[in-house]
């Protein structure tokens, strides 16, 4: 009876602890010192520059929650194709990096976090964020992403704050300094993807970003860590018969 009770603690314990992370995080700037605008150190796993893009210049943070301290960026050195910034992310490899509790609010706009872990197969809200700003003069932004041997989503963004970006969903209007839902998608565990940030065109300050965030959504395959508990619960009453017949 004493060997039932430990084990039941141990299970109950692990069907209800919560994941340590909730959402993987790719902030641009990877130093840890906000020392706007002169310096900074790019994200060189998960971030990278498209087309003829090779560089872009630092400017102020964004404050918008999860991210830790780093500058934004802005414009490119594109000549011959379009400023390009690329974001890369495979949730079987990529282990969440952000701690999100469920609910937390992560615009002004009712967007709020789901609280599950990612790594499995399933839906994933994909967000971006950049400074408030009303000085991009690039025309809109275009968020694509990619993956698997197709296109998923592609959404077109003013990301100047005095326009705002009216999300279709619930015709919800963002600005800057705020998580922006660009899009959500199915997304295979095993498959590596590309979110493309491209600029309308390459002036000065063609485009803005700080980070982009890749979050599970309800409705996906239930999180491992639940799955470890389902499977001890299913185990104790296993041992439980075993107990009852002797």
Do not use: C
């Amino acid at each position: 009876m004493k060997t039932t009770r430990v084990l039941l603690t141990i299970a109950a314990a692990a069907a209800m602890a919560p994941a340590a992370d909730a959402a993987f995080l790719i902030q641009i700037d990877v130093d840890g010192v906000t020392n706007s605008p002169s310096a900074g150190t790019f994200n060189t796993t998960n971030f990278g520059f498209g087309g003829d893009t090779t560089s872009a210049s630092f400017s102020s943070t964004s404050a918008t929650v999860g991210l830790g301290p780093g500058n934004s960026i802005f414009g490119g050195n594109g000549a011959n194709s379009l400023d390009t910034y690329l974001y890369t992310y495979t949730p079987g490899t990529d282990a969440d990096n952000l701690a999100l509790a469920a609910g937390a609010a992560l615009n002004d706009d009712g967007d709020l976090a789901s609280g599950l872990a990612g790594g499995s197969t399933g839906q994933y809200n994909v967000y971006a964020t950049w400074p408030i700003t009303n000085s991009i003069s690039g025309g809109l932004t275009t968020f694509s992403l990619s993956g698997g041997g197709g296109a998923l989503f592609t959404t077109a963004v003013d990301q100047n704050s005095v326009n705002g970006f009216v999300d279709p969903a619930n015709g919800q209007t963002f600005a800057g300094g705020e998580w922006v839902l660009v899009g959500t998608a199915s997304l295979d565990a095993s498959t590596t993807y590309t979110l493309a940030q491209t600029a309308g065109s390459n002036t000065f300050v063609s485009m803005r970003a700080t980070a982009v965030m890749f979050e599970l959504v309800p409705g996906a395959p239930v999180p491992e860590p639940a799955s470890i508990g389902i499977a001890a619960l299913a185990m104790l009453s296993t041992l439980a018969v075993v107990r009852r017949k002797r």
